[in-house]
């Protein structure tokens, strides 16, 4: 099961009104094809027609999905859908899922919500000629008209850069008619399927990650996941340590290119143990405030949302203790340490300003782990 918490995460001003954009550096092309859902439907059984990780879930009821069917039956037209060309030639399904996955469920007869037999609804709303009936029970033409309809497609192609899918976080933002805006978590596990991709959902079950998330259920917009990207991300080396990163850091456009990075099975690896093995740390040591900052009106108590900054700085910390070997030692020094940093009047403005700026990155990553290191002495 999901859940939605809308107070869940506490991020500075800049990280919430984050937005770059990269148009002027894409050559992007795009045409249009008629496609029968006989063909739609071939193309997804053999997995040439890619749903998007963010859409494992089928959404619509069975009055919503037999008006659909009712719509197609009655010769009405269909809405154009938006399909986008990988680099190893599938299509990767941007907008029109549902109306895919209902024609297909239909000619299948099983109803992808419930797994039940797929039977045209009753309701008044459905022609009185097919209510009820299920693919099997309509007439051989009938069928025939719903698998040669043809649906406009959409297709877009990256030509520049060459490698890499970079362009098409930005199509997806800009074109998806979901009905709802989408968070950055939820286009990133549409666009970039992969390796990482499905990593960030594996570790996101890791039974200490949720208790310090504080539900046992994932969050439905993706913002578990998101903190995991970056942690990966922002304990690079690229951001830690190297002269060559940027004055200010765009964290949406940077976990985007994080995340459309090639990545091996070897490296998946690596970042696994990286992230369980700290979580499980912060976990035993820090429990459910691990991420939470100390409230400002009263600072014996930490305020009931986590806040991504000291996130970065208790999780990257952490691994530093890990890797120095000094996880062993008696850790209870360390939530003194924690508590002592936070109080600090200066720290807390690299935890609520200009946080995206590559020195407050560091500085208040590395001042929390000088002090772990300091308690641990």
Request: net charge negative; charged share 30%; glycine share 4%.
């Amino acid at each position: 099961m999901e859940q939605e918490r809308n107070d869940v995460i506490d991020r500075p001003k800049e990280e919430a009104e984050d937005a770059y954009t990269d148009d002027g550096l894409f050559k992007i092309s795009s045409w249009g094809a008629d496609l029968s859902f006989r063909e739609l439907i071939a193309r997804y059984d053999d997995d040439e027609l890619v749903k998007p990780e963010l859409q494992r879930h089928y959404v619509w009821d069975r009055v919503e999905a037999s008006r659909f069917i009712d719509s197609v039956l009655l010769g009405l037209p269909v809405p154009s859908i938006f399909l986008a060309k990988t680099e190893d030639e599938k299509l990767l399904i941007i907008d029109g899922y549902q109306r895919l996955m209902t024609v297909r469920d239909f000619v299948k007869g099983v109803f992808s919500e419930d797994n039940t037999s797929f039977t045209l609804s009753n309701s008044k709303k459905i022609h009185e000629r097919w209510r009820g009936k299920s693919f099997a029970q309509l007439e051989e033409d009938e069928k025939r008209k719903i698998r040669n309809t043809t649906i406009h497609a959409i297709i877009f192609a990256q030509q520049h850069p060459t490698s890499g899918n970079t362009s098409l976080y930005q199509i997806f933002e800009r074109i998806n008619t979901s009905g709802k805006t989408l968070l950055p978590q939820e286009i990133r596990n549409c666009v970039y399927q992969g390796l990482l991709n499905t990593l960030l959902f594996d570790l996101n079950d890791t039974k200490e990650w949720r208790v310090i998330w504080g539900s046992e259920v994932r969050d439905n917009r993706m913002r578990d996941l998101e903190l995991i990207l970056r942690f990966f991300a922002l304990s690079d080396d690229y951001i830690l340590y190297s002269d060559s990163a940027p004055y200010n850091v765009s964290l949406k456009q940077y976990l985007n290119e994080y995340m459309g990075k090639s990545i091996d099975e070897e490296r998946i690896s690596i970042l696994r143990e990286k992230f369980s093995k700290t979580v499980r740390f912060v976990c035993n040591v820090f429990g459910e405030e691990a991420f939470h900052n100390l409230s400002p009106s009263n600072p014996d108590k930490f305020i009931p949302r986590l806040s991504s900054t000291v996130f970065d700085a208790v999780m990257i910390a952490s691994w530093f203790i890990i890797e120095s070997g000094l996880a062993n030692k008696n850790t209870n020094a360390l939530i003194r340490a924690k508590r002592h940093v936070l109080q600090d009047t200066d720290y807390q403005k690299i935890l609520s300003e200009e946080t995206m700026r590559s020195e407050n990155i560091r500085r208040r990553v590395f001042e929390m782990a000088d002090a772990f290191k300091e308690a641990l002495a």
